[in-house]
């Protein structure tokens, strides 16, 4: 029944495709897909530390799992920064778009957003991960605290993650060619 349900959902993200933001050219236009991936980012991290509060082992984890490789992809999404915008992208956008991508640096902003990406970042922050796991069965205050290390944890990757599309956007901002 749930693969079932899912059906429709991913057929209307497909069909709408062409409804997804563009690349921010102003901005504007930058700082609306900041807005609006800041709330995307927040709603993410609460996830993460409601997973964290319940003290079962490994929920944790698996839930951060799906909700960074989410989170990440939602952010891309509204730079207009997914592999599937760019690709839509004329030739020479496309070429410009992958320069920026490279001048500023970016782990994450304009690729494939796969487990493997994920579990590379969640390894950058493995103190997390130890430190959770074992204030989670302290009652109460443990839970609490592990909710609060994962929500900051998750927002501050989501807060990177936006910062390094707000780079590429600032940069393609700067290309006449982005504009036409």
């Known amino acids: 029944m749930r693969g079932a349900a ?10 709408n495709a062409d409804l997804l933001p563009a690349l ?5 236009d930058a700082e609306a897909a900041r807005h609006r991936a800041r709330k995307r980012v927040t709603k993410r991290a609460a996830i993460s530390a409601a997973a964290a509060a319940v003290p079962v082992p490994g929920l944790d984890i698996a ?16 730079f207009g920064l997914t592999p599937e915008q760019i690709e839509r992208l004329t030739p020479k956008k496309r070429l410009t778009v ?11 902003a304009g690729r494939l957003i796969t487990r493997q990406l994920v579990l590379t970042v969640i390894k ?3 103190a997390k ?6 204030l989670r069965f302290v009652p109460f ?8 290390i994962s929500f900051g944890l998750v927002k501050l990757i989501g807060e ?21």
Do not use: F, W, Y
Not at 6 to 15: F, V, Y
Not at 160 to 180: D, T
């Open 24 to 28: 921010p050219v102003t901005l504007r």
């Open 141 to 148: 205050a443990g839970q609490v605290a592990a909710a609060s």
């Open 63 to 78: 839930v951060d799992l799906a909700t960074l490789t989410a989170m990440l992809h939602e952010v891309n999404a509204e």
């Open 129 to 134: 991960a130890a430190t959770t796991s074992a």
């Open 98 to 108: 992958h320069r920026a991508l490279e001048v500023a640096g970016t782990t994450m």
């Open 124 to 126: 950058r922050v493995a």
């Open 6 to 15: 899912a059906l429709p959902q991913t057929m209307s993200r497909k069909a």
């Open 160 to 180: 990177r993650h936006i910062a390094e599309c707000l780079a590429v956007a600032e940069r393609l901002r700067e290309e006449p060619s982005v504009r036409s």
